[in-house]
């Protein structure tokens, strides 16, 4: 569906992305992570042919969005950097309006529009002003936008910034089922969000793509080792004794933890799951035991490791 | 077609959803109170008094203001607005022509523009009534009138789309169009006041002088070089918007 090669952008004296490659099959769900200014918004505004690319090719559903951009444009719904709508319309006439722009023609539109109001919860509000909507039902304004000529590809800035908890749970849910009929491009930078809504993940820094993996195996990859945590009610000499003799156990920290307990940090020799084997010596000791985890890795973790990993790599 | 009439629909509703639209008829009508007065206050002094399009539109300075206070605030929004907003962004994301946004923006901004002169029509329509005149208002002159109503309006509201498709601020699009309209109707007045005949450059810029434009169409005179110039300005500066959008989106 999307195929991009050797994207590169420049900004006079920035290079915003440089020289990536990726390609996104039909009916995936990609998220696009990154933190600020790594070049997420400026690849998907390309993508979405609004502006041009120093150098590189995309091509979207086979057509290439510098020749053909007006082709690409309306086989893509895009949803911009915070959701620019235009405040002063009631939701109906905005999608129908929107709708007639992408070039459907009267009837179309108006089946259409009744189809999105549906499928994005609009029902209740499609005759309010915009302006007077609660950002969670704006964004799925945004959404139905987008959705509303039917594109084979949809691409969503941010779609969930700044929403309060029950709006995140309900546009991330729309979002899901969306991916159901649709290839959908999404770009956050919340970790969370791309596991709980995306089947892969390109994680992009200072505009160049550091990994792209199937959400699970990105998990696995980088899991710290195997690295499992436990709080447990012993001395640290007793601990240390007890795991002294144990082949699987590489190394582990022990650090005094709130009330008589300890918090010990193993590592694993060869990334296996160490927690039944904790649990085993802890119960042999007739221990108690408040916490056995194995902690999962936060976004800024990620990046720091693949950070420090391309630093490594260039000395 | 239908996408383009679907534009410019939009562009009078963001017109009258917004204050900006209103201040502009707020202005107009409190100008147009003004020039009433001064109409009046000359149709009782004189013993002959000229025609009223020729007081209002070619004596007086009310439709100067008028058109340079107006156009600025009613383009200004076009696309600056947009812009800073990021519904251009959505906008040009999908398959419309530049063009085509163009000339919707244009068409729109003239149809507001055209509207909020309607009051002032009524106003001289009283007039007749209450004057008892009609050679005071003949409908000759009323058409020339409304002819250069329309055609200097397009000059200064492609100039207004033009400094609008230049920024993302509103202030900054105003502010360019506000002087360029006042450098034109100053540098008009300079050359259609001097005395000029026989030289050159002096008659050519009597030619392009849009006050003794304005003149003429009071006195219902329709001079076709004068309708030939404010539509290739018009076409120029719209031509000139068409490119800077389709350089900003393809550079």
């Known amino acids: ?315 | 077609m239908g996408v383009f009439l679907t534009l410019v629909r939009r562009e009078l509703g963001a017109a009258f959803n917004s204050l900006t639209g209103y201040v502009v008829v707020a202005i107009t009508l409190l100008l147009a109170g003004f020039g009433l007065m001064d109409i009046v206050q000359r149709l009782n002094s004189d013993r002959t008094p000229s025609p009223i399009p020729e007081i209002f539109f070619a004596d007086g300075i009310v439709f100067w203001l008028i058109l340079i206070l107006t156009t600025p605030v009613i383009t200004m929004r076009t696309f600056a607005a947009e812009k800073a907003l990021g519904t251009y962004e959505a906008l040009m994301t999908t398959p419309v022509g530049e063009w085509q946004v163009v000339l919707a923006k244009f068409t729109g901004s003239l149809v507001f523009y055209l509207l909020s002169w309607s009051p002032l029509i009524g106003v001289l329509i009283v007039l007749r009534q209450v004057t008892q005149q009609p050679q005071l208002l003949d409908p000759w002159a009323m058409c020339g009138v409304l002819t250069g109503i329309a055609c200097i309006g397009s000059t200064f509201l492609s100039i207004g789309v033009f400094a609008s498709s230049l920024t993302r601020s509103q202030i900054i699009a105003a502010m360019t169009s506000l002087l360029i309209g006042i450098g034109m109707w100053t540098l008009s007045l300079r050359f259609s006041q001097a005395d000029t005949t026989g030289d050159r450059l002096g008659r050519l810029m009597d030619h392009l002088s849009v006050t003794h434009h304005m003149q003429d169409f009071a006195r219902g005179v329709i001079d076709g070089r004068a309708l030939v110039f404010h539509l290739s300005v018009t076409f120029f500066f719209l031509f000139l918007t068409q490119r800077v959008i389709e350089m900003r989106r393809w550079k």
């Open chain 1, 1 to 315: 569906m999307i195929e991009v090669q050797n994207l590169t952008k420049r900004y006079p004296g920035r290079t915003a992305v440089d020289g990536i490659s990726f390609t996104v099959g039909r009916g995936e769900v990609v998220g696009f992570l990154g933190p600020n200014g790594a070049g997420k918004s400026t690849t998907m505004r390309i993508l979405s042919s609004f502006m041009p690319a120093t150098s590189g090719t995309v091509r979207i559903a086979g057509y290439d969005v510098f020749h053909q951009p007006d082709e690409v444009r309306c086989r893509i719904g895009y949803m911009p950097e915070n959701n620019p709508l235009h405040i002063d319309m009631r939701v109906r006439d905005y999608l129908k309006f929107r709708a007639r722009l992408k070039g459907l023609g009267i009837g179309r539109s108006r089946q259409r529009v009744d189809r999105v109001i549906e499928q994005c919860g609009l029902k209740d509000v499609e005759k309010r002003i915009i302006g007077q909507l609660s950002k969670g039902y704006r964004q799925r304004v945004g959404l139905a936008d987008a959705l509303v000529h039917d594109p084979d590809l949809i691409i969503l800035d941010e779609p969930t910034i700044g929403l309060d908890p029950h709006q995140l749970r309900s546009v991330r849910a729309l979002i899901k089922e969306l991916g159901r009929q649709h290839t959908v491009l999404l770009s956050t930078h919340i970790l969370t969000e791309v596991e709980m809504t995306c089947s892969r993940v390109l994680i992009l820094n200072q505009g160049r793509i550091l990994a792209a993996d199937r959400v699970e195996d990105l998990e696995s990859r980088f899991s710290q080792d195997g690295r499992v945590v436990a709080e447990i009610d012993a001395t640290p000499e007793a601990i240390r004794e007890a795991f002294r003799d144990l082949p699987e156990v590489a190394a582990l920290e022990i650090q005094a933890a709130a009330g008589a307990f300890q918090r010990v940090a193993f590592t694993p020799k060869s990334g296996q799951d160490l927690r039944p084997l904790v649990f085993e010596q802890v119960r042999q000791h007739d221990w108690s035991l408040r916490e056995l985890t194995r902690p999962r890795l936060s976004l800024e973790d990620i990046f720091i490791q693949l950070t420090q990993k391309k630093k490594g790599g260039d000395l």
